[in-house]
C-alpha cells in the first residue's frame, strides 16, 4: 500500500489548503489514520488523527482551525487547513494503518509528504 499526498503549496498566512491522501492502487481502508508534519529543524509531530469511530484528535496549536476527515469508504483522507500561519509551514505526511486499535502515533503505511509553505 502506497499512500500518496496532495493539496500542498504557497500560501499567504490567514490562507487555507486542502491536503488528500489516496491509497494509491488498492482499495485499501483507511481504519485509523493521521496527519503528520515536520518543519526546518524540528521533530515530526502529530497534527491530527482520526480513529475508526471518527473520534478525533488536533494538537493544541492547530486546534480550531485544521480539520482531519475521512471518505469515500474510508479511502481517502483530507485535512482541511484554515487561518494558516508561518509557523505552520511543514512537509505533512499522511499515515494509515488496517488495524482498528492502536496508538494515534503508531502507523503502518506512510506517505511521502507533501510540503506548505506559509508567508507572512
Known amino acids: 500500500v502506497q499512500l500518496v499526498e496532495s493539496g500542498g503549496g504557497l500560501v499567504q498566512a490567514g490562507g487555507s489548503l486542502r491536503l488528500s491522501c489516496g491509497a494509491s492502487?488498492?482499495?485499501?481502508?483507511?481504519?485509523?489514520a493521521a496527519w503528520f508534519r515536520q518543519g526546518p529543524g524540528k521533530e515530526r509531530e502529530l497534527v491530527a488523527a482520526?480513529?475508526?469511530?471518527?473520534?478525533?484528535y488536533y494538537a493544541d496549536s492547530v486546534k480550531g482551525r485544521f480539520a482531519i476527515s475521512r471518505v469515500d469508504a474510508d479511502t481517502t483522507l483530507y485535512l482541511q487547513m484554515n487561518n494558516l500561519k508561518p509557523e505552520d509551514t511543514a512537509m505533512y505526511y499522511c499515515?494509515?494503518?488496517?488495524?482498528?486499535?492502536?496508538?494515534?502515533?503508531?502507523?503502518?503505511?506512510w506517505g511521502r509528504g507533501t510540503q506548505v509553505t506559509v508567508s507572512s
Open positions: 492502487g488498492s482499495t485499501f481502508r483507511m481504519n485509523a
Open positions: 482520526i480513529s475508526r469511530a471518527d473520534n478525533t
Open positions: 499515515a494509515a494503518r488496517s488495524a482498528i486499535g492502536g496508538s494515534r502515533d503508531e502507523y503502518e503505511y
